[in-house]
């Protein structure tokens, strides 16, 4: 079985991704301001590290790994801290449908997990290719 954790995005990948997006806001090659870029990779690592932290207290169980704080911090920096509900609820609802498919297709084990780093990085790369404000028109908000 393939472990797309690390096979797909590692995480030796993921920080300088982070970095060139912050590089490439501060040298004005993207439209994204470098204060929206710094927030975006703050809110980015914040937004799953709390979520992260708040289900392992409830549970007592790791619901994610660090490597997704890291590249949602990435995509925030590459599109801004106002790209990061769009890319969250996409990548959010596709992991959904695609976890419940496998559940009930028993493509999924008792115990199992589905990974969220390439649902993460599939809406990362819609982003990119047709703009945040386009993944909300098509989600319908």
């Known amino acids: ?35 929206a870029s710094v ?8 937004s799953l590290w709390l979520v992260y932290w708040g289900f392992k207290l409830l549970t007592g169980r790791e619901g994610m790994g660090y490597g997704d704080f890291k590249l949602l911090a990435a995509l ?5 801290w106002q790209a990061l509900v769009p890319i969250i609820l996409m990548s959010s609802v596709i992991g959904a449908v695609i976890g419940i498919v496998l559940k009930f297709s028993n493509g999924l084990r008792e115990g ?3 990974p969220f780093g390439p649902f993460l990085a599939g809406a990362g790369f819609t982003a990119m290719l047709f703009g945040p404000q386009t993944i909300l028109r098509v989600i319908g908000l």
């Open 1 to 35: 079985m393939i472990d797309w954790d690390t096979t797909f995005l590692p995480d030796d990948m993921t920080l300088p991704l982070l970095w060139a997006g912050l590089l490439a806001s501060s040298m004005q090659w993207t439209a994204v301001p470098l204060s």
């Open 39 to 46: 927030w975006g990779a703050i809110a980015g690592y914040l």
């Open 76 to 80: 925030g920096a590459w599109f801004g």
């Open 112 to 114: 199992g997990y589905v």
